[in-house]
């Protein structure tokens, strides 16, 4: 399957500065990746759709000028999450899917934010 | 997206054959069911994916009754390494669609 990375693996930030978080598809032209966000003890919530090319489908409740999502290439999709609050310390996972509706999905990205 | 219920956590011994059914009342006839399982801080990982009656691999089986209202997911003889949380989730054909994840069922397996 799909094979996908993520950086920074986890990142500490103060309240208030911007993260950006890359997620690449190693062997595989992602025409679309999806983000999710887990809280602790929580399942995954998709957060937004990336789509190559064009603007990404945010979930309800989810806001698209705090979370902004760039997805320039077939490889790279980036979150950006800015100005950041403590209450946005999550995992964050991204995803590809394969060509049998099946999904991989990046190590994840701790952020803490102080 | 189907809704899934899963039992939200089971345990077992090692050596022991572990069966997981998810129910799934809604899924639709396009709808595959595919299972993810995660360790913690890490990305969830595909298992096995089926559309009707039975498919194994390497790892697992996925047992489908005809109606495909709900599924099983068997672990044969577990290992303390399967500990995890296991996800089944409903889903169409097309490539891009998006998952909705449910509570998942967490998987203690002890010696």
């Known amino acids: 399957g799909a094979v996908v990375s993520q950086h920074p693996s986890r990142v500490i930030c103060k309240s208030g500065t911007s993260v950006k978080i890359e997620c690449r598809s190693l062997d595989f032209q992602a025409t679309t990746m999806f983000w999710y966000r887990q809280f602790p003890k929580q399942s995954l919530m998709l957060m937004a759709t990336s789509n190559e090319g064009s603007k990404a489908t945010y979930e309800q409740g989810v806001e698209k000028d705090k979370f902004l999502i760039n997805h320039a290439s077939l490889t790279l999709s980036t979150l950006t999450v800015t100005s950041a609050h403590p209450e946005d310390s999550s995992f964050y996972i991204c995803?590809?899917?394969?060509?049998?509706?099946?999904?991989?999905f990046g190590p994840g990205t701790r952020l803490t934010v102080t | 997206l189907a809704k899934t219920t899963q039992p939200i956590s089971m345990d077992s011994y090692e050596g022991q054959e572990v069966n997981i059914t998810c129910s799934h009342n809604?899924?639709?006839?396009?709808?595959?069911i595919t299972w993810y399982q995660q360790f913690p801080s890490q990305g969830p990982r595909f298992i096995i994916q089926g559309y009707k009656t039975k498919v194994t691999n390497e790892v697992a089986s996925l047992f489908i009754p005809a109606d495909r209202k709900s599924s099983t997911l068997s672990l044969p003889r577990v290992s303390l390494s399967d500990t995890a949380v296991y996800y089944c989730?409903?889903?169409?054909?097309?490539?891009?669609?998006?998952?909705?994840f449910g509570k998942g069922t967490s998987l203690l397996v002890t010696p």
């Open positions: 995803s590809t899917s394969g060509d049998l509706n099946e999904q991989y």
């Open positions: 989730l409903v889903g169409t054909s097309n490539s891009g669609y998006a998952l909705n």
């Open positions: 809604n899924i639709a006839t396009n709808d595959y």
